[in-house]
């Protein structure tokens, strides 16, 4: 009965969302943000085809206009488990559409998934189990332990108990897809704050490989940002 899925966080197409997202995509808008950025100096008409680099390099990288990059924005789709799209959400610059449990009736409309964490136990000297039993007890536990809530969840609907009210029973693993919608400053603080070592593991599985995609496809802008590095110093780069 149970359904644990992968996690994932990907850069959709800016035309239609069920596109995938370019390095062509990615170029438009940087070609957009100089753009933009040439109007307070009115040289509009000196943009060409691949002036966005020095633009990009000497006015935002280095000269420290981040302002304009506001003028370019990008949507993630993401699917993570609900503790997760706790932590997303706490971005509140960004705009946000989530699937909900309220509406969305786990018995009849879909059935409900679950994102399996990694879980390593610790291991002591005296432990009177092997650290490879422990894990495999710590997963079937957890595997229980969802099973549980899930035909405790069906049995409340099928008992005539509103979704918004049966969700109640359903842990953080629950699986929540979340569109995420914001501009590439925006995007480079998150990746910034979420890609660090004391991030939560199951932020960092879904956040670094974005981050390598936000690396591809929106060339410069992301390319500073070092995975698994220190909070701090993370906090130090420009944003």
């Known amino acids: ?5 992968q996690p994932y966080a990907r850069l959709v197409g800016p035309l239609d969302p069920k596109d ?3 390095l062509q995509d990615g170029i438009r808008l940087l070609r957009r943000i100089e753009y933009f950025g040439r109007i307070s100096h009115r040289s509009e008409e000196a943009q060409t085809e691949d002036s966005w680099k020095r633009i990009i390099t000497n006015i935002v990288m280095e000269h420290g206009d981040w302002s304009i990059v ?10 993570v488990d609900r503790g997760i799209t706790h932590e997303w959400v706490r971005h509140r610059l960004f705009s946000f559409t989530q699937q909900s449990t309220r509406f969305i009736n786990h018995e009849k409309k879909m059935p409900a998934s679950f994102v399996e964490p990694e879980i390593e136990p610790t291991q002591k000297m005296d432990d009177p189990i092997s650290l490879d039993e422990k894990r495999h007890l710590c997963k079937t536990l957890w595997r229980d332990a969802i099973n549980d809530a899930e035909s405790r969840y069906i049995q409340l609907i099928r008992l005539g108990v509103a979704p918004q009210i ?12 979340i569109a995420t919608t914001g501009n590439l400053r925006n995007w480079r603080h998150f990746l910034i704050m979420r890609t660090t070592k004391e991030a939560h593991p199951q932020m960092r599985q879904v956040t ?18 070092k995975p698994l590095s220190r909070q701090i110093d993370n906090l130090r780069l420009p944003r």
């Open 20 to 22: 995938q997202f370019t």
């Open 166 to 177: 049966a969700r109640s029973i359903f842990p953080n693993a629950l699986s929540s897809r």
């Open 208 to 225: 670094l490989p974005l981050l390598e995609e936000f690396k591809e496809k929106i060339p410069l802008l992301f390319d500073d940002i």
């Open 1 to 5: 009965m149970m359904n644990i899925i």
């Open 70 to 79: 506001e003028h370019a924005s990008v949507t993630v789709d993401a699917v």
